[in-house]
């Protein structure tokens, strides 16, 4: 079979879950944006690639979405949050590299594993799709528990996001609505983050969401 | 496979002649390392000259060496040289072929290392236990990510023989594959470490700080000192030629009779290697080297993306 149409989604699908990989054990925090940017550029090339060949010119809407929202504002203003915070320097080591690694290779695994079954009866392609999405998620899931700053937070979200816009593509029929609906609660969640951001920074003079800790109620 | 004087002569190259270029590759790094610093450097076969002399050089052992001590330099060099005959350099086709498959090379590999750390702890010199700890912390990394390589090309592939592995991917036509991707970073990670370059370890540094492989034959001399020398020069040569084989197999030959066109494929695995020569030799200067504490999570990334790598090629029934 030398196909290279579905060849070249599969690759662009699963280069998503690489970028999250990646993104796992990014120390710096603006190579992380780097990397996440770069995801969404992944993003809008998968999902251009799907508008091609499902021909339906309303994913090239989502595309353009995914790489001027994603691709450009988001990583800019948080570059921006950054520096404004004086954090752009710093980093946010990964506790236990190997260990947060093998969750994640585990997690791409389950999603794998889950994914397969569920969806026996669809086409090769949109399982494989479906798969990487789920993977892509737990992914961004994963980073959003095991990171420490509220920076690295924010991009597990919005790379969860990512993994969401994925699955909804792979699948045919997804109104633009939808999409267009979703990124705007993707901008409006990045506007409360930043917020948030500054308001924690103000009360802590950190964003390390540890802190946080110290003004729970007791645990048992 | 039958014995034909073309496959007995090639194989016979492969064991005598590209051996002896190890040393031409390693002096070609160097030379474009001290050019990139804006150095003049040695000579590209100051190599060759180096080992010359300490071929010449008398053997001066500690006083409390063992057995394992003095025979440790020929088996580190013997392992790597039969795992050199067993990699297809230019031809796919070695009469040798059915005697080790990738991951017997990997163990064979692992063996010299043994010897070396052991060798490194044998005198009882507080460096040479410090640089075999340390390599065996690395190799507990590289050899994981290795079988990685192994597992996902085998996959592809079907077969664990590296010069099968080698012709498949010659005649089969060209499909994208992720997995790919990932197996080439491992390896060129795995590669990195094995063979104590620049981000892991520095190989013309005697720092004792930093030290890897240099601690552990620094007490070797001689013609002793030569042997691992040139083991570690051949295993640089060996990776890059697996590195080579399994994701540059253009110009290979795989059809034995005719003579001409197997000097072709030598000339062209002459140009791979000198090329990955430059390029290492760029990366290096480009690079700084890193902590020692920091190679387990670099050569951990490797492992991982290696083990994603076999995962997402599970996924990939699609693309058979």
């Not at chain 1, 780097?34 to 499902?54: G, I």
């Not at chain 1, 095991?146 to 045919?172: P, Y």
């Not at chain 2, 043994?114 to 050899?143: P, Q, Y």
Request: net charge neutral; charged share 15%; hydrophobic share 55%.
């Amino acid at each position: 079979m030398n196909d290279l149409a579905p060849q070249i989604s599969y690759m662009l699908a699963s280069g998503m879950v690489v970028c999250s990989f990646v993104l796992l054990y990014q120390i710096r925090l603006s190579s992380m944006l780097d990397v996440f940017a770069f995801q969404a550029v992944v993003l809008a090339c998968s999902v251009a690639w799907q508008a091609h060949t499902q021909d339906s010119p309303q994913l090239y809407v989502t595309a353009t979405i995914a790489l001027v929202v994603k691709g450009g504002v988001i990583p800019a203003f948080l570059r921006r949050l950054m520096i404004k915070l004086k954090i752009h320097r710093e980093i946010d080591p990964v506790v236990g590299v190997g260990l947060t690694l093998l969750a994640g290779v585990a997690l791409a695994a389950l999603a794998i594993l889950v994914m397969f079954p569920v969806t026996a009866h669809a086409a090769t392609f949109t399982r494989d799709d479906l798969a990487f999405a789920l993977a892509v998620i737990l992914l961004g899931l994963w980073m959003m528990i095991s990171r420490r700053n509220a920076i690295s937070q924010i991009i597990g979200f919005m790379s969860l996001e990512n993994g969401l816009v994925l699955a909804a593509t792979g699948a045919k029929g997804m109104p633009l609505v939808v999409e267009i609906s979703v990124a705007f609660s993707i901008l409006i969640a990045l506007f409360v983050f930043g917020t948030f951001v500054f308001r924690i920074r103000e009360r802590f003079d950190t964003v390390d969401v540890h802190v946080l800790d110290r003004f729970r109620e007791d645990r048992q | 496979m039958e014995i034909t004087f073309n496959n007995a002569l090639i194989q016979t190259t492969q064991m005598f002649v590209v051996p002896l270029l190890a040393p031409l590759l390693c002096g070609i790094i160097r030379k474009i390392k001290a050019r990139l610093l804006r150095r003049r450097g040695a000579s590209v076969l100051q190599p060759y000259r180096d080992l010359w002399k300490l071929l010449c050089k008398d053997v001066v052992p500690a006083p409390n060496a063992s057995w394992i001590y003095r025979s440790a330099p020929y088996i580190i060099f013997s392992t790597t040289w039969v795992v050199f005959c067993l990699v297809p350099t230019f031809s796919t086709h070695l009469l040798l072929n059915g005697a080790a498959d990738f991951i017997a090379l990997v163990g064979l590999l692992a063996s010299a290392r043994f010897a070396l750390a052991l060798a490194g702890m044998d005198i009882g010199t507080s460096f040479g236990g410090i640089g075999s700890s340390r390599e065996v912390m690395i190799s507990t990394f590289a050899e994981p990510a290795t079988l990685m390589v192994v597992f996902t090309v085998a996959m592809i592939a079907h077969t664990t023989q590296l010069s099968l592995i080698a012709d498949f991917f010659i005649h089969e036509p060209l499909i994208l594959r992720i997995s790919t991707a990932l197996t080439l970073t491992t390896l060129i990670t795995v590669l990195i470490a094995e063979n104590g370059r620049v981000p892991v370890d520095n190989p013309a540094t005697h720092l004792e700080l930093t030290m890897v492989h240099e601690a552990m034959i620094l007490e070797y001399s001689g013609r002793h000192l030569a042997l691992i020398e040139l083991a570690a020069m051949l295993k640089l040569m060996l990776y890059m030629s697996i590195f080579a084989c399994l994701f540059l197999p253009f110009g290979m030959i795989s059809d034995t009779s005719h003579l001409s066109s197997a000097c072709v494929a030598l000339l062209i695995y002459c140009l791979k290697m000198a090329v990955g020569g430059l390029m290492l030799g760029v990366a290096e200067t480009s690079v700084a080297k890193m902590r020692v504490f920091r190679v387990s999570e670099f050569l951990g990334i490797g492992l991982m993306l290696g083990l994603l790598a076999v995962l997402l090629l599970f996924a990939s029934e699609g693309i058979k």
